[in-house]
């Protein structure tokens, strides 16, 4: 199973775009990125999923490298409600074929004004 | 929408306790998964379903059993607690290949 590495804490200025990285060395081609994230003690929140393509969504935008080996989550004009811990995770299928998550310890976020 | 709902959100129990945790969805899915999260880390997977009647092993799946008798819900069991149990536990469930959707957790302190 492809494990991800992440910078553990980052800061933005409010209003500037938030660049989040992920390493993810080992994926394997049929395994997609995932992006979630956990504001406070909250359940963690879907973000934004991507296999090979770059993809947009209302959220966010997440950019894969071309030899899929690591991705970026772009947050384009962050607020203080992003302020969070972002995960970026790959889905990997279990023994029954659910789609399982392995959740790493994240980036966390700090949006300052 | 009420989504994923946990019940209950905070407990606080006793070694050697047992108690369940509800997981309740009103989307339809055919996956449901507990996992728990202990301060400062990311969430691990105990165990999961892949629809009514089944149930897999997760990553941490000791000291606790699961059932899945109806396709809303997903039960967690502890049958004997202990201390070491202390964490958040998340309920998530997700369609097909579709994103996981998750609870707000259950709180649960073993003293």
């Known amino acids: 199973d492809a494990k991800t590495t992440q910078p553990p804490s980052m800061d933005c200025a409010e209003g500037r775009a938030a660049n989040l990285p992920c390493n993810h060395s080992?994926?394997?081609?049929?395994?997609?990125v995932y992006w979630y994230r956990q504001i406070h003690s909250q359940g963690p929140q879907y973000i934004i999923h991507?296999?090979?393509n770059n993809e947009t969504n209302e959220m966010a935008s997440l950019i894969i490298t071309e030899d899929r080996k690591s991705s970026t989550l772009i947050l384009p004009h962050a607020t203080l409600r992003d302020t969070a811990v972002y995960y970026c995770i790959v889905r990997y299928r279990g023994q029954t074929g659910a789609n399982n998550l392995f959740f790493g310890t994240g980036t966390r976020l700090t949006v300052i004004p | 929408n009420a989504g994923v709902t946990q019940t209950p959100k905070f407990r606080v129990l006793k070694t050697g306790q047992s108690m369940t945790l509800l997981c309740a969805q009103d989307?339809?899915?055919?996956?449901m998964y507990w996992y728990r999260q202990d301060p400062g880390m990311g969430l691990r997977l105990i165990h999961y379903?892949?629809?009514?009647?089944?149930?897999a092993k997760g990553e941490v799946p000791d000291g606790y059993n699961v059932s899945r008798l109806k396709k809303q819900n997903f039960l967690l069991g502890l049958e004997s607690a202990a201390p070491s149990q202390t964490s958040v536990y998340f309920c998530?469930?997700?369609?097909?290949?579709?994103?996981?959707?998750f609870g707000d957790g259950t709180r649960l302190s073993i003293l």
């Open positions: 998530a469930s997700s369609g097909g290949s579709q994103p996981q959707h």
């Open positions: 379903s892949v629809g009514e009647g089944t149930t």
């Open positions: 080992t994926i394997s081609g049929n395994e997609y």
């Open positions: 989307m339809n899915h055919e996956y």
């Open positions: 991507g296999l090979k």
